[in-house]
């Protein structure tokens, strides 16, 4: 298959389009899996995934064998996050090599629900209100899934550069989670035991992974409100903004942050155009 294009000259010129690379080979790395068939398979799997953005497996492979195909591949216990990641990591770090100034380092969690009787297989993320049952109690289900929580790193001009750390996990356990604040105060719990450590880890992998600290922005919502988290980046040497979620002490402690806020002269004003839910 060949295609025509406008050269510097702008005279026109036929190109092989077999031979122009596509984006997703500058993401794998083949030779990271324990056979080479596997990487193969994944090669060809993203590049039909990568063209059929937004659509179903199915949709993307286009027949039975292939769907099938790329299902045995997702359930080989040869294949691991790391061999698929590892080298998007490194284009990543690439990407970033590559531009100058600060990075914004975007943390947030994102979770995948699934519909399935049996939850074993995938595991379990929350228990959620299914309203009143026929006798006005309160019925709760539990939900199938997992969680993945990425640090996605973009330039300030809004240029997402790649992954630079991420984490998935399911839990086994959220039942009596509520009973269990009234008995432990949650805030005398070490970070180490908890899932917002997870908060931590990224930012740590993801200086790792791109060296040049101080050019690195944490960017978290209210959840990433932690004071081990602002220790660590003072640390490590990168930077943060994060949505308060707690009103901390500032200074020498006889004040707080909303306090020294309302002293503080106004550094510069940003008007954002918004729309409602009738494009207003």
């Known amino acids: 298959m060949s295609r025509r294009s406008t050269g510097p000259d702008g005279h026109q010129d036929d190109r092989d389009e077999s031979a122009v690379a596509h984006w997703t080979e500058r993401e794998i790395d083949k030779t990271a899996f324990k056979d080479a068939r596997l ?16 659509g179903s497996i199915p949709s993307a492979r286009h027949d039975w064998a292939n769907t099938k195909a790329a299902y045995r591949f997702f359930a080989n216990e040869r294949v691991g996050e790391g061999d698929i990641l590892s080298d998007h990591f490194a284009a990543t770090r690439t990407r970033y090599d590559d531009c100058t100034g600060p990075i914004l380092l975007i943390q947030d969690t994102t979770e995948f629900s699934y519909q399935r009787a049996n939850t074993s297989a995938i595991g379990i993320t929350k228990s959620v209100n299914s309203g009143r049952d026929k006798g ?17 790193a973009v330039t300030v001009e809004g ?16 039942k009596g989670t509520s009973q269990l604040k009234k008995k432990v105060n949650p805030t005398r719990v070490p970070i180490e035991k908890k899932e917002s450590v997870r908060w931590l880890d990224n930012l740590r992998q993801s200086i790792e992974r791109l060296g040049q600290p101080e050019r690195c922005i944490h960017i978290g919502d209210r959840e990433s409100d932690i004071y081990e988290l602002y220790c660590l980046t003072q640390e490590l040497g990168a930077h943060f903004l994060v949505r308060a979620c707690v009103d ?15 002293e503080t002269s106004v550094k510069g004003v940003h008007y954002t155009d918004v729309r409602d839910d009738k494009a207003r």
């Open 39 to 54: 990487g193969q398979r994944f090669g060809e799997l993203l590049r039909q995934i990568g063209d059929g953005m937004g």
């Open 136 to 152: 006005g109690r309160w019925r709760h289900h539990t939900v199938c899934g997992m969680l993945m929580h990425s640090s996605l």
């Open 159 to 174: 240029l997402p550069l790649g992954l630079a750390a991420v984490k998935f996990w399911t839990r086994k356990n959220f």
């Open 248 to 262: 901390r002490l500032a200074g020498d402690g006889g004040h707080t942050i909303a306090t020294e806020v309302e």
